[in-house]
């Protein structure tokens, strides 16, 4: 069985600061992971993802997360934090199963940005 | 590139009523899966169709039912609606001939049972 889980389901960071946002995994086998981002009244999109190459990983709207395999974690982070990065952080994992096309959400986190 | 389309956005259902709702993937995408998001439950998944079969299904009653046609296209029909169902259906498309586990989203149908 696969899980992960989100630490915070609320981060509040000024403006130009660092995001740090959390994530564990659990898995039988080696994960895929992914941070997925959604906005209002959106669906989700994707951030960033991991499949085993570069353990550091780097996504779009520069967020970038490292895949540490002894501490189960796939943290995001982005250096500084802008207005338009307000949104909920979904952290997910897949098996690396061939055809296996479902992922397993973390609960979520919520962004703030303060001004 | 038409991104994945789902309709109807939103819609309000009473207790005991059916709800059909529909997706379309993105084009050359066979496989659609199908998650419910809630505040307390979070994206659970429901089902993933390739290839007009159900290939992965998730711990929903029976009540939660899909297929998916030749074009890809899918639907998820949801019978006896309960309060409990009322949520945010998202549909996600992938090639589903790859491991990597990308999913492109849709904006969802926001159901709500009264």
């Known amino acids: 069985a696969q899980s992960v889980t989100q630490l915070g389901s609320h981060v509040s960071v000024s403006e130009g600061a660092l995001v740090l946002l959390r994530c564990n995994y659990s898995s039988s086998v080696p994960p895929y992971l992914f941070w997925y981002v959604q906005y209002p009244n959106q669906g989700l999109q994707l951030l960033l993802k991991y499949t085993s190459a570069a353990t550091l990983v780097k996504g779009i709207n520069g967020f970038e997360a490292e895949f540490k395999k002894s501490e189960t974690s796939f943290h995001l982070t982005k250096p500084s934090a802008h207005m338009s990065d307000a949104a909920e952080y979904f952290c997910?994992?897949?098996?690396?199963?061939?055809?296996?096309?479902?992922?397993?959400f973390g609960t979520g986190t919520r962004l703030t940005i303060i001004p | 590139k038409a991104g994945v389309t789902q309709t109807p956005r939103y819609l309000i259902k009473t207790r005991g009523q059916q709800v059909t709702l529909s997706c379309s993937p993105i084009s050359g995408h066979r496989s659609v899966s199908w998650y419910q998001q809630t505040p307390g439950q979070g994206l659970q998944f429901l089902f993933e169709y390739f290839s007009e079969t159900q290939r992965n299904k998730g711990n929903f009653p029976g009540r939660f039912s899909g297929r998916q046609f030749s074009n890809s296209r899918s639907e998820m029909n949801v019978s006896t609606l309960e309060l409990g169902d009322s949520a945010l259906y998202l549909c996600?498309?992938?090639?589903?001939?790859?491991?990597?586990?990308?999913?492109?989203f849709g904006e969802g149908s926001r159901l709500t049972v009264l």
């Open positions: 997910a994992v897949s098996s690396s199963n061939f055809g296996n096309e479902k992922l397993t």
């Open positions: 996600a498309s992938s090639l589903g001939t790859s491991n990597t586990g990308e999913l492109f």
